[in-house]
């Protein structure tokens, strides 16, 4: 049809463009459009007597398919020179963990041995045209500043291959279902059973797309434990410290002030207000001695159990992509962090401060998480390598 040629014609033309407001929105719409479309051109395609072969082959000449699939591989192409370019390979896993977050939320819930557990998964619909027009930034963008540059353009590479990822696999796996229908009615006498037509639901695109192990794992998206709860840290690596300082007795009653005088409390709200009572009651104890937990994806700070248990209370935690930097100072261990809160004395600004029993473990506790962090960024690099490879 027209309308399928138009949109393949927008997709190639556009493959290999550089990043603009106007240019990210349009791809957007190209995408929605391909997915409300699609549905009817797989049920247009099939007729009575339809074969395999034809309707695979009618597919494979379909110029909107044949453009998406060509704009996937141009993106894969242009994220595999800027995850080796100088100056771009450093920072381009974080560019693949953020686009990977906007993308999947927690939007399913499954119950599996009688315990809750969350589901990251991108809504293909989020990106559809009636969500677009209504969203703030689409109607009054805060930026003006329309001039490209790398990091957008790395940001776009990225943002473009993992919808038509996406979308490829959801027509695959649309047409492996119809590839077996077409396998039973073959076997089945009735001309009437031969009519896919009728079978509206077997053209249908899956819109919610649960993330992969490989997508979890680059996006850093696994279920992240609750605060408050406890922690098993036999085989764990572990380092015993005190808090930068104790909270004077107006720092312990603001804090307490400051939840008291919210009207609602979100699960947030509640979980960074029991950390902080635990080193409120820490505290005021002079000084009270944690658990710092270091292993191969976390950092957690805990307050011990009893001394003949083998667990420890999480008052906060953070991935270890989140560190930017770790520096000793004497006995003094501090950390930077991003995307995390304040808690208590531990956390203030991003900032977290440590005070070990000498300058020789302070300096150990520096190398364990250095240790870390550097296996965690190799594997999550040598994770997006297999990604784009198997995205061909």
């Not at 009519?195 to 850093?220: H, M, Q």
């Not at 609750?226 to 690596?237: C, E, H, N, P, S």
């Not at 208590?344 to 029993?357: E, H, S, T």
């Not at 960024?377 to 390598?385: E, L, P, Q, T, W």
Request: glycine residues 4%.
């Amino acid at each position: 049809s027209q309308f399928e040629g138009a949109i393949g014609h927008f997709f190639k033309r556009n493959s290999n463009e550089s990043w603009t407001k106007d240019g990210s929105l349009a791809f957007d719409l190209g995408v929605s459009l391909s997915i409300s479309l699609f549905s009817s051109l797989l049920q247009s395609y099939t007729e009575e007597g339809t074969t395999v072969d034809r309707l695979e082959n009618r597919v494979s000449s379909s110029p909107l398919y044949d453009a998406i699939l060509a704009t996937k591989r141009d993106s894969i192409l242009q994220c595999e020179i800027l995850s080796k370019a100088a100056g771009m390979s450093e920072v381009f896993p974080d560019f693949v963990e953020m686009e990977i977050k906007s993308l999947y939320k927690e939007t399913a819930r499954t119950v599996e041995n009688e315990n809750e557990r969350f589901v990251m998964s991108c809504n293909l619909e989020g990106v559809n045209a009636t969500s677009l027009k209504n969203a703030q930034e689409t109607l009054m963008p805060l930026d003006t500043e329309d001039d490209s540059n790398d990091v957008k353009d790395a940001k776009f590479s990225i943002h473009r291959l993992l919808l038509l990822r996406l979308f490829s696999d959801v027509v695959k796996e649309t047409l492996d279902r119809l590839f077996t229908e077409f396998s039973v009615l073959a076997s089945t006498s009735s001309p009437d059973s031969r009519k896919l037509v009728d079978y509206n639901d077997l053209f249908t695109l899956r819109k919610i797309c649960p993330a992969s192990e490989d997508i979890i794992t680059i996006g850093a998206l696994q279920e992240k434990p609750t605060v408050g709860t406890d922690l098993d840290i036999r085989d764990k690596t572990i380092f015993h410290f005190s808090p930068s300082l104790a909270l004077s007795e107006n720092q312990r009653k603001q804090a307490s002030l400051v939840f008291s005088q919210r009207s609602i409390m979100t699960d947030d709200d509640r979980r960074r207000q029991l950390a902080d009572t635990i080193l409120i009651h820490a505290s005021s104890k002079t000084v009270g001695e944690m658990i710092l937990v270091v292993d191969s994806e976390a950092i957690y700070v805990l307050k011990p159990g009893p001394k003949s248990s083998n667990y420890g209370t999480i008052l906060c935690h953070t991935h270890l992509r989140n560190i930017l930097a770790v520096a000793p100072d004497g006995q003094w261990l501090h950390i930077a962090m991003r995307n995390v809160r304040d808690v208590g004395v531990l956390i203030q600004k991003g900032n977290m401060a440590l005070r070990f029993d000498s300058d020789e473990l302070c300096q150990s506790v520096k190398r364990s998480i250095d240790e870390c962090r550097s296996e965690s960024k190799s594997f999550v690099s040598s994770s997006i390598s297999k990604l784009l490879l198997s995205s061909r």
